[in-house]
Structures are given as structure tokens and as C-alpha cells.
């Protein structure tokens, strides 16, 4: 077997280490940092807490604080015109999903003149103009330890995936004590991404053994703190443990990849604006249950380690309590169905034939222990469209 491990150089984790930066940019004799955050950031003053120490070591930070969730060409092209207009040496993505994957795509993007979609998929975008350094503020850190960036083309409603190592943080810092202001909905959307980041790495038909061990790791920690963490937002150590559990999930899936979730669940964020862990939230159990019979032993094996089943139930029953328990969080965390969200059921009919197009083009699907022809990726949506299993 020969596969290949894709990390940070150098990830800090711990309460309070956000104040370490100035430390972590002089490891690697960075000074000129422009830091990429969101409106929130600035006004919850979350930003301070790398700021004030950035400051306090004599390092000068500019700061482009408009990136909005679920980031766009656009804004990703504004922020390139705010890299390109000063001396920087490195970005810093602070923030949620959003705020770092737009300082990814930042970097990717700044190394030429081309239109995002140049270096969407099967592009392989292996350097990047500057490094990256990032610093999540929510439980789901896929961002910080990926190899991965996801924006959207506002004007063909597609969500592209860019890859490669341009793309991987040189450094992360990841500090739960930035979570515990998360709001409920958030952090029940991130869990849930982390949880499948790391369902998705351990069926994927590219796990490894390493990223099986951390895939395993993260379902152990993740399957009984994600409810505590969204219940009771200030337990530390739920907060801590969903920290943890979603890095080991991310690094997992950067080298394992995600699977049919995700390739389902794109498109569905780029047409309906649905967050992306909500939308993986809506499709989790039925994909889970149209994937089983390719993988059971692999799911029953899951469904132990998140805590739906024990030990000694076979893999039968195990599989079962995976699909039924993934369904019954969605109804805890309070996931709506796409039809609950909201959306236009004429809208959703009519672009669901293209919704299976772009899922089966993002690569993703191919990935799954059991692999979808179109037909079946459309009866999926018609099934997720206004039931909750
Ligand atoms: N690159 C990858 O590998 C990867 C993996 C998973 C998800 N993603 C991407 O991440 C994006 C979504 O990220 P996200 O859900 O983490 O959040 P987000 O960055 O979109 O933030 C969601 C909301 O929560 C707020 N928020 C974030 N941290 C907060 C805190 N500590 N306190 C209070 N409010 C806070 C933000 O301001 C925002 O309003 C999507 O674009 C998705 O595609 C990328
Ligand atoms: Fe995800």
C-alpha cells in the first residue's frame, strides 16, 4: 500500500494559545502577517485575542475583515486586490470555516491573474503565493488542517473545490476558549461537519490506516460531546474535546477525502445558500443508509465508536442504530429538512437534475463505498427533500 500524509508543519492546540502567534510566525521567520477575518470577529473582539499579542511583539497586522460565510469569488478577489496592495509575508485566517478557507483561496488565487475557476478540481494547486497560518474559531477545523478551500462562483451558483498543498495551512493554531461563544446553530452545524468529515474519511474507498486511526479518534470524542457543546455552549470540556475531535477529523479526511455527503451537499449550499453542515446534516442518514450495504462492516464499526451501538451488537444491528441515531440528533439539533428550511419546492425539482451533475463532478461521490449513478443521486435528494431519515 503506498498513500501520502498531507499536515500542517506545526498545529498548537490548547486553551489560550491564540495569544501564542507572534511565537508560531516567528518559528518561521514570518512578520508581516495580513490577518483575514469577518465582521464578527472584529465586533465580538474575538480578533484581539492575536491583535493585542501580535501588537505587544512589535508586529504590525493588517487586517481585511469583509470576508461573509460561505465565501465567493468576489470577495476572495477583493481580498487579493488588499494582499497584493501591501508587503505582506503570510496570511492568517481567523475565524470560522469562511474567513479561512477565503485566506486559502487568497493565497491560491494571488499567484496569477486567472478567474477562480481555473484552479477548481482536477486542477492540483500545489503552491501558494503566501503561507498560511490558521487560527478556527468554531469546532470544525476541516479548514485549518486541509488541503482543501470551497468557494462559490456567484454567478453560476456552483461551490468549487480548489486543492492541493497551496492550499494547506503552514501552521494552525487551535484553541477552544474561541469556540464557547459559538452560537447553537453553529455549533450543531460544525459538529455535525466534523462528525461526517470524519464518517466520511473512515468508509471512504481512500482510507489509509492513518487516516483511519484518526477518523476513529475523532468519532469517539466527537459522538458524546457534540450535544453536550450545543446543550450547554460554555462546558469546557465538551468544547474542548469537539475541538480536538473536528482536527482529527479534518486531518483525516485531507487524506482520506470526503465522500457522497459532501458531494451532495455542495450543491445544495451553492443554489439554496444552506449552510454547509446543515446541508450534510439533512442528507447524513439517508446517505448513510444508501452506503451501508457497500461497507457494513466499516459502518457497524463507526456507529461502536460514536456511541449509537455497542460492542457486542452485530454489525447488523450496529449499522442500524447508526442510521436511526444519526436522524434522531438531526431532529436534538434541530436540522430542518430542505423543505423545512424553506425552500421553493418548484426550485428544488428543477434543479435537482443539475444539483447531481455538479455532485457527481466534484469527485466526491466516486469516493463512496457504494458510488451513485445519477439516477440514484436524484432519488437521494427526493428522499432527503422533506423527510428527516
Ligand atoms: N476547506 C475545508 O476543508 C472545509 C471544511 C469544512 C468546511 N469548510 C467551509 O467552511 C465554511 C463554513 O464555516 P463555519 O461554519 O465554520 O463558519 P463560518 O465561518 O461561515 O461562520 C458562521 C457564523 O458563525 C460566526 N462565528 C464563527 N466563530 C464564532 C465565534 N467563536 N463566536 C461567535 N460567532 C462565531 C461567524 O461570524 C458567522 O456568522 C463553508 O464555506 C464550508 O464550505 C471548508
Ligand atoms: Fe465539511
Not at 466499516?298 to 447508526?322: K, Q
Amino acid at each position: 500500500m503506498e498513500f501520502n500524509i498531507a499536515s500542517p508543519r506545526y498545529i498548537l492546540v490548547g486553551g489560550g494559545t491564540a495569544g501564542r502567534i507572534a511565537e508560531v510566525l516567528g518559528k518561521f521567520g514570518l512578520s508581516r502577517p495580513l490577518v483575514v477575518t469577518d465582521p464578527m470577529m472584529v465586533s465580538l473582539g474575538l480578533v484581539n485575542r492575536i491583535l493585542e499579542p501580535l501588537a505587544k511583539a512589535g508586529i504590525t497586522a493588517g487586517v481585511f475583515s469583509d470576508t461573509i460565510p460561505e465565501p465567493t469569488d468576489t470577495v476572495v478577489a477583493a481580498g487579493c486586490q488588499v494582499l497584493k496592495s501591501g508587503n505582506y509575508d503570510c496570511l492568517i485566517g481567523f475565524g470560522g470555516g469562511s474567513p479561512i478557507d477565503t485566506a486559502k483561496a487568497m493565497a491560491i488565487l494571488a499567484t496569477g491573474d486567472a478567474p477562480m475557476s481555473a484552479y477548481k478540481v482536477p486542477q492540483v494547486n500545489d503552491h501558494g503565493a503566501l503561507p498560511v497560518i490558521a487560527i478556527p474559531t468554531t469546532a470544525r477545523t476541516g479548514s485549518a488542517a486541509t488541503r482543501f478551500t470551497v468557494s462559490s462562483d456567484a454567478i453560476p451558483d456552483e461551490k468549487m473545490l480548489i486543492a492541493g498543498l497551496g492550499a494547506l495551512p503552514l501552521a494552525a493554531i487551535v484553541d477552544y476558549e474561541l469556540t464557547l461563544s459559538v452560537p447553537k446553530r453553529t455549533t450543531a452545524d460544525t459538529g455535525i461537519d466534523a462528525l461526517s468529515h470524519a464518517l466520511e474519511a473512515y468508509v471512504s474507498r481512500r482510507a489509509t490506516p492513518y487516516s483511519d486511526a484518526l477518523a476513529v479518534a475523532a468519532m469517539e470524542l466527537i459522538g458524546p460531546n457534540l450535544r453536550q457543546a450545543y446543550l450547554h455552549p460554555t462546558n469546557t470540556t465538551a468544547r474542548e474535546a469537539m475541538m480536538l475531535g473536528a482536527l482529527q477529523a479534518g486531518i483525516a479526511f485531507s487524506n482520506a477525502s470526503v465522500a457522497l455527503v459532501h458531494g451532495m451537499s455542495r450543491p445544495i449550499g451553492a443554489h439554496f445558500h444552506v449552510p454547509h453542515g446543515l446541508s450534510n446534516a439533512m442528507l447524513l442518514p439517508a446517505v448513510t443508509r444508501f452506503s451501508i450495504p457497500a461497507a457494513l462492516p466499516r459502518y457497524a464499526e463507526a456507529s461502536r465508536r460514536i456511541g449509537f451501538a455497542r460492542r457486542n451488537d452485530s454489525d447488523e444491528r450496529a449499522a442500524d442504530l447508526l442510521a436511526d441515531g444519526l436522524a434522531a440528533w438531526n431532529t436534538d439539533l434541530s436540522v430542518p429538512t430542505p423543505r423545512g428550511f424553506g425552500i421553493d419546492p418548484a426550485v428544488w425539482q428543477a434543479k435537482k437534475d443539475l444539483m447531481a451533475d455538479q455532485a457527481l463532478a466534484s469527485g466526491s461521490p466516486a469516493n463512496n463505498p457504494r458510488i451513485p449513478d445519477k439516477a440514484e443521486i436524484i432519488a437521494l435528494y427526493d428522499a432527503v427533500w422533506g423527510a428527516n431519515a
